[in-house]
């Protein structure tokens, strides 16, 4: 295995490094992992978490090959990225990708959401200086959907995007959200160059919507990020957060899922992550780690799959619980949320 540009000498576990797949990132010419890591969990979001539990995380993975970092200022509401920044000390600037968004903010609904050029900016080097980097390897127009006409992201987040990107302090530009078709509507309408689209939990167990998107967006030469394959805490053994916005169908049929898979001494988590390593079309897979036993698990099942007993597991449960599933998403309960933002 060639060495990503990435690597870097006495820093990184060779080893490790040589046994990372990595993907080309559709047309930005970067080299991403299979693997990512996502940040939502260095803050509260998802329960209790520790600075230095987030540090070690980052730094076994970075260690161990993993190049691509997300985060975001709704995480934690600016405390992710705070976070972020202190953990990235003592780690090469050349050792990662980090990509972070704009556009979603604050608990407030009426201040949730800003997709306006002036706070876009003013976003942009709040960023910059959180992370305590010079400059952010993709920036992203964070949860677009809820930009109600999309006309605020084509006309004024986008162009603010794209400066970034001349001025060297974004190297690529993407969009993210939750209904996979305003992503590919966003793509189609823009006339500003969109490298990468994040899609989240819309390649998973339970919903597979961004199939049916991939072919147009790996034509277009779209980096592509499968993100939050767990679904925010629905296939994980402990269960989602109570702010968790999927519906109650949606949520027992995973309860039940898990209790078989707890009966037959196998992680649904595991499942559903291989699931997500065995798709050939995202380039990289975005997981949230804020542990050090996570990370180590999830590179666990990258290189080592699962085995029969599991797999069988894997095949009852989307046969017997999954397959019950005539809607696996909760875009009407976003739709809902969106009639009530200003």
Not at 90 to 104: C, D, E, L, S, W
Not at 163 to 169: F, L
Request: negative net charge.
């Amino acid at each position: 295995m060639v060495l990503p540009p990435t690597f870097v000498a006495g820093f990184h576990d060779e080893a490790a490094v040589r046994q990372m797949k990595y993907n080309r990132f559709g047309a930005t010419g970067l080299l991403v992992s299979h693997l990512s890591i996502g940040t939502g969990g260095f803050c509260q979001q998802y329960g209790d978490y520790s600075i230095n539990q987030c540090k070690e995380a980052l730094h076994k993975a970075i260690k161990s090959g993993v190049n691509f970092i997300d985060t975001a200022p709704w995480y934690g509401h600016g405390v992710s990225e705070e976070v972020l920044g202190k953990c990235l000390e003592g780690i090469p600037r050349q050792a990662y990708y980090v990509a972070t968004k704009v556009g979603r903010y604050q608990p407030d609904p009426k201040l949730m959401f800003d997709f306006s050029a002036g706070k876009t900016r003013e976003s942009i080097e709040l960023s910059l200086k959180k992370l305590g980097v010079e400059y952010i390897d993709l920036l992203q127009a964070h949860d677009i959907e809820f930009d109600k006409s999309l006309s605020t992201v084509l006309q004024e987040t986008l162009p603010v995007l794209d400066e970034a990107r001349r001025t060297g302090k974004a190297k690529f530009i993407g969009v993210t959200g939750y209904p996979v078709f305003t992503l590919a509507e966003c793509i189609e309408k823009s006339r500003v160059k969109i490298d990468t689209i994040l899609s989240y939990c819309r390649l998973s167990l339970i919903d597979t919507t961004l199939l049916q998107y991939l072919p147009d967006f790996k034509a277009r030469d779209l980096g592509v990020i499968n993100a939050a394959g767990l679904c925010m805490g629905l296939l994980t053994d402990e269960g989602p957060q109570p702010w968790h916005p999927a519906p109650q169908f949606i949520k027992d049929i995973c309860v039940e899922a898990n209790e078989y898979c707890k009966a037959n001494n196998v992680s649904l988590a595991r499942l559903a992550t291989h699931y997500c390593y065995q798709q050939s079309g995202p380039d990289t897979t975005l997981v949230g780690m804020n542990n050090v036993d996570l990370v180590c698990a999830n590179l666990d099942v990258l290189y080592n799959g699962i085995d029969s007993h599991e797999q069988q597991v894997l095949t009852d449960v989307l046969m017997r619980f999954f397959s019950k599933l005539k809607i696996g998403n909760w875009e009407q309960e976003n739709n809902k949320f969106k009639e009530t933002l200003p």
